[in-house]
């Protein structure tokens, strides 16, 4: 059961205009993967010896918005969500994650993050990458969240398919 609307990408649009509108679109389709699933579906993992999960993609996307919008465009200095020593690899780990503190947390980054690209200047506002010192661009970070969403919803492609059949967008 699909409850998720999904927005469609302009056919025409400036630059900012776009890359905004592909990054939501991808941002719901990962919502759409796992629509109408329960926690435990949501928590099941692939194939051994991967233990990925729709829920834990969703963690880890709540991880990537954070780490590039508010601590490398923003400059806050924010831990992880979900490990204060910096360990991307903790947000996998779903094993007792439920969809409202996934979602919740996941939500409230793209919050942070739709706040931060509206309110910068232009797609050329850069920030600084928190591990490299090295600048960063609005228009690399926007770019490399539509990225992310693209391979890891090729993943929740999958991840859904084998908790109950269901493929497609």
């Not at 970070?141 to 993943?155: D, K, P, Q």
């Not at 991840?159 to 059949?165: I, Q, S, T």
Request: aromatic share 8%.
């Amino acid at each position: 059961m699909v409850t998720t609307e999904r927005p469609s990408p302009p056919l025409v649009g400036g630059e900012r205009e776009m890359l905004r509108a592909y990054l939501d679109f991808h941002r719901a389709t990962l919502a759409m993967k796992c629509d109408g699933l329960s926690d435990d579906d949501l928590r099941r993992q692939s194939m051994p010896p991967s233990t990925l999960s729709l829920l834990g993609l969703v963690r880890h996307m709540a991880e990537v918005e954070r780490a590039w919008f508010r601590r490398v465009i923003d400059g806050e200095d924010v831990p992880l969500v979900w490990s204060d020593e910096g360990d991307f690899q903790v947000a996998y780990d779903a094993s007792t994650a439920t969809r409202e503190e996934a979602f919740a947390a996941w939500q409230a980054e793209v919050e942070h993050a739709r706040r931060i690209e509206r309110s910068a200047e232009s797609l050329d506002v850069t920030g600084r990458h928190y591990r490299t010192g090295e600048p960063v661009s609005l228009r690399l970070v926007m770019l490399h969240l539509i990225h992310e969403y693209a391979r890891h919803n090729g993943h929740a492609d999958f991840l859904r398919e084998g908790v109950d059949g269901t493929v497609g967008a």
